[in-house]
């Protein structure tokens, strides 16, 4: 780390010629600046040639909690697929859940988006708990924090690791959902950048799935 404070990670061949040109420079040089606050992390790369000097900005927007478990390596493995695809900025949606915020998660997608695109997108562990809220929720009378909890009695039971990835160690897998900086849709062309990016484990996405946002795994 500088005595900026800023973390500097060297990178490989100049990704984005379309950049901010600030001055003369003689060489040939990449490196990455990380930058956080509570809510945002910005990815700034600095490309140094031989006729200038271009920078790029990424943003990666959310809540603290979420801010928070997204690491240096995943914000430069999602920086560069940003770029590659002139994706601006991102909102993070959901990282690391408990249970119960599993539950709560699941048990708003059913009330908006039906229970029939949630067995589409959970494995026979999730479709148990699915079940769960089939067997009681609003159609049977039961309130929204009987049926969490019921449904958060079921993760438990079943092992939370095996309903979703979520609910998991932040250390070991980055689990990212994202949309756009507006809430949005995110763009055809970021949805290929990722797939086409080796460092992204797992991608998830309205063009290739039921999941309403692009759901993202990063192996650290």
């Not at 009681?136 to 909890?149: A, D, Q, R, V, Y």
Request: aromatic share 4%.
């Amino acid at each position: 780390m500088d005595p900026d404070g800023k973390r500097h990670i060297a990178l490989g061949p100049n990704e984005n010629p379309n950049s901010e040109h600030t001055g003369n420079h003689v060489g040939n040089e990449e490196k990455e600046e990380v930058q956080r606050d509570n809510s945002k992390i910005t990815v700034e790369k600095t490309t140094t040639e031989n006729y200038g000097n271009y920078k790029t900005k990424s943003e990666i927007s959310g809540n603290p909690e979420n801010i928070s478990n997204i690491s240096d390596f995943s914000s430069t493995v999602l920086a560069s697929s940003m770029r590659e695809s002139n994706t601006k900025s991102i909102n993070v949606t959901s990282t690391v859940r408990t249970p119960e915020q599993q539950s709560a998660a699941m048990y708003n997608n059913i009330i908006k988006l039906g229970a029939t695109s949630q067995y589409a997108l959970y494995g026979s562990a999730g479709d148990q708990v699915i079940n769960v809220f089939e067997n009681m929720g609003p159609n049977w009378n039961c309130s929204k924090s009987e049926t969490i909890k019921s449904m958060t009695d079921k993760i438990n039971e079943i092992g939370p690791e095996k309903v979703s990835n979520h609910i998991g160690d932040p250390s070991k897998n980055n689990i990212i959902d994202a949309v756009g900086s507006n809430g949005d849709q995110l763009s055809g062309s970021f949805h290929n950048s990722l797939i086409n990016n080796t460092k992204v484990q797992k991608l998830l996405t309205p063009y290739n799935s039921k999941d309403p946002v692009f759901h993202i795994e990063i192996k650290q």
